[in-house]
């Protein structure tokens, strides 16, 4: 389908991880486990190294890697088989000679070159002369027709390790003819040769029960090949909404996060006044209504317009059992929230009105009810913007392997952290404060949009566990901007507070008294000078308002991320 845009520089908001090494697993794959948040094992590649864990040609340990890797991508084990073995149904590995032939990269190379990519000087550098991965191989007979040779090929021989021209290690079939021909030679014939990648479909268990059951069903393969790869290449676009163009399938897929049509009506404003006072008296606190409604909201990420409020997904498993979103709470949460609906559609029904309202709706209308409600606490007359149309999916309507496969380890806006103890202030990337930059990114925030959540999130005492950290003010859920005037006061001074360095403590200096506990991710918020430059505007005395202001405005940015529905196509 078509609707993608182009852009006309490299988007710079995505954390790639370290970038320091090339082709290192440092930071990202280490103890056989992928780094949250990353999905390349390796800096450069995109998916794992070709020969294997660090270079190591491990066909089952390759298959581990893989399978981290891809279940990031939303692809489950025979998404995976099929994508591979359908890919490398294709072309060719180019590695004709050492690497010591390739010029430097592109944008250092001479200005003649012109951008026209990396120069290899072993002879011609082109055709049989090239170099890109340094594998020298083709993998299957019929190098450009689909088909289940590679698959054939792959069960049917005895694999020898051997080193390319360039010196990788890839594997050879030693008990095979020279069938595969070469790419530039017709007279030329060449033996079946695989990547260790390759081979982990075969030394997988799981991955190889799919491979054979390809392999003896052609046309499933087919199938599942044409389905993964209508999946890869389109799962960040978002959901269906986003196509545009006369080639969009009729079939809806469980990762385009699919949501049932709307057979009723909305509710007007009067219904929703009427539903936020329900709410408000419904024994939820605000800091619930809060929590529930920006965890709902703030799943959206950006980076394939998936997540969000849309859908009420946070009910439905795994999300529901993200610790993040306090399981247990957000049942009776949700169970106040389903009993609010029920009256309310079937007193709808009774009524013989065609509105309903959905839960997806309720939670997001529950947040607004708090916030006006915590402004009314701190002596300001606010209405929160309010958007109707969010409607429910259904069991059946949630991916679970990838909602599983990323539920948040760190989450800045709610000042949670999964693992204190994995903070290392020599690396960067693993700290909290790294983390929230990638939140915000994946949340389209800005700078100051980013800092204004906070402070307002805490005040309202939407933390994790509704503790304590960083609610830095006397007077939780009311919404001011406390928390910048409490947190940059110069007579509380700050100190370490655990071992890992994750929560520190604020002292009156004069008294010595403890007021506060806060988490790296509040105090960056001081530390650093640009989040303090914003931090300080909204501290002042005459910025209550603008801080009201500023924190609806992006509230509402969050609330409303995944409602493509309410956008013009085009
Ligand atoms: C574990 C995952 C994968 C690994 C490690 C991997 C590795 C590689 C490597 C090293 C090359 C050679 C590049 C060169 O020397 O020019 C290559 C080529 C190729 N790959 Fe993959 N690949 C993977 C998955 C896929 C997938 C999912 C597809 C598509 C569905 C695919 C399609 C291709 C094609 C068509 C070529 C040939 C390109 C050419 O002829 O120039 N690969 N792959």
């Known amino acids: 389908s078509l609707g993608r845009q182009d852009i006309f520089e490299p988007d710079e908001g995505p954390d790639w991880g370290p970038e320091e090494e090339m082709l290192t697993a440092k930071g990202r794959f280490e103890e056989k486990r992928l780094r949250e948040p990353y999905s390349a094992t390796e800096m450069g590649l995109i998916y794992v190294n070709p020969a294997g864990p660090g270079g190591v040609p491990d066909p089952k340990l390759s298959a581990q890697e893989i399978r981290f890797v891809f279940a990031k991508m939303g ?34 190379s001479p200005i003649e070159q012109q951008g026209l990519g990396w120069k290899f000087n072993y002879k011609t550098g082109k055709g049989p002369h090239t170099f890109t991965s340094g594998f020298e191989l083709a993998w299957s007979p019929t190098p450009t027709e689909f088909g289940i040779q590679y698959l054939r090929l792959l069960f049917q021989h005895e694999w020898e390790i051997e080193t390319s021209p360039a010196g990788k290690p890839q594997w050879v079939a030693k008990d095979a003819p020279e069938i595969i021909p070469d790419a530039h030679d017709p007279h030329k014939r ?7 990648a390759d081979l982990a479909l075969r030394f997988d268990e799981e991955y190889a029960k799919i491979a054979r059951r390809f392999l003896e069903d052609p046309e499933g393969f087919e199938r599942a090949f044409a389905r993964a790869w209508f999946k890869l290449t389109h799962r960040d676009m978002g959901p269906k909404t986003c196509y545009i163009g006369p080639y969009v399938p009729k079939e809806e897929f469980v990762w385009q996060d699919p949501l049932p049509k709307r057979d009723y009506d909305l509710t007007d404003d009067g219904e929703a006044e009427e ?7 419904s024994g939820l606190s605000i800091s619930q209504l809060v929590y529930t409604a920006w965890s709902s909201a703030s799943s959206y990420r950006d980076s394939d317009r998936r997540g969000g409020a849309n859908g009420a997904r946070i009910r439905l498993y795994p999300m529901n059992q993200w610790e993040v979103n306090h399981p247990e709470d957000l049942k009776k949460i ?23 309202v959905s839960l997806a709706d309720l939670i997001v209308l529950g947040g607004c009810a708090a916030l006006e409600r ?32 990323i539920e948040p380890f760190a989450d800045g806006f709610r000042n949670y952290f999964r693992d204190p103890a994995a903070i290392d202030e020599g690396d960067i990337y693993t700290t909290p404060e790294y983390l929230l930059v990638d939140k915000a990114q994946l949340l389209k925030l800005t700078v100051p949009e980013m800092v204004v959540l906070i402070g307002g999130l805490r005040v309202l005492g939407a933390v994790y566990k509704y503790g304590k950290y960083g609610v830095l003010t ?20 700050w100190r370490q507070a655990d071992e890992h360095r994750y929560l520190f403590e604020g002292y009156e200096r004069g008294s010595g008294a403890l007021k506060w506990v806060a988490t790296r991710v509040d105090l960056i918020i001081g530390h650093h000078d640009q989040l303090r430059a914003v931090a300080e505007v909204y501290a002042c005395d005459d910025a209550k308002e603008m801080f009201l202001r500023d924190f609806v405005a992006a ?10 529905d309410l956008r013009t196509k085009g």
Not at 480 to 491: E, I
Request: aromatic residues 8%; glycine residues 10%.
């Open 75 to 108: 692809m489950d084990d025979q998404d995976t088989v099929a994508l591979i073995a359908g890919g490398h149904a294709f072309g060719k590995c180019h590695g004709a000679a050492p690497e010591e032939f390739l010029g430097p990269d592109p944008s250092s």
């Open 374 to 405: 915590a402004a009314s606490k701190a002596g300001m007359d606010l209405r929160v913007p309010f958007t109707p149309g969010r409607v429910d999916a259904t069991e059946d309507q949630i991916e679970v392997g990838f909602y599983e496969a």
């Open 555 to 564: 509230w509402d940015k969050v609330m409303n991320l995944d409602r493509f």
């Open 474 to 493: 006397k007077e939780p859920e009311t919404l001011t901007n406390d928390f910048f005037g409490n947190l940059l006061d110069m007579d509380i001074e």
């Open 190 to 196: 060449h033996k079946p040769r695989m990547l260790t």
């Open 275 to 281: 539903l936020k006072e329900r709410i408000l008296t």
């Open 334 to 356: 949700i169970e106040v929230y389903e009993k609010i609906q029920r009256e309310f559609n079937e007193k709808q029904k009774g009524a013989g009105s065609g509105k309903r």
